[in-house]
């Protein structure tokens, strides 16, 4: 069964958030409600997994100081079990105009090896974009 992963309806209102609170146009929240409320207020669409019970925004502290954020190990664990068990690679639906004629993806990988070089490769970015 795989696990529910944080969604966000709107991307566009969601990157804006995060850019007010990393600039400190706007107070970050230090609880799960103040997230969502303040997710809520922004008109993001946050959907927050029931299994989430707490809260904590990391923000680096200066560019000189280089911070890795690693992604839990039970839900790398959940994509890989997902992907290998058949299911296929999904991406932001955002990415949809950014390639090919038909709006999504050109060459999506459907074996198991392709899809775990996939896995690897957003895990990787998504690391080096979160201290970046």
Not at 20 to 33: E, H, N, V, Y
């Amino acid at each position: 069964m795989a696990l529910d992963r944080l969604e966000i309806a709107d991307m566009v209102k969601w990157g804006n958030l995060v850019k007010s609170w990393a600039t400190g146009a706007k107070q970050k929240p230090t609880t799960l409600q103040q997230f969502k409320d303040q997710c809520a207020a922004a008109g993001v669409g946050a959907s927050v997994p029931a299994y989430v019970t707490d809260f904590e925004l990391i923000q680096t502290p200066s560019i000189s100081k280089l911070v890795l954020r690693l992604p839990p190990k039970e839900l790398v664990e959940d994509s890989e079990s997902t992907l290998k068990a058949g299911a296929g690679y999904t991406i932001p639906g955002f990415y949809s105009g950014l390639f090919g004629a038909q709006g999504g993806p050109t060459n999506m990988p459907t074996d198991e090896a392709g899809k775990m070089k996939l896995h690897a490769q957003r895990i990787g970015d998504y690391t080096m974009s979160n201290c970046f």
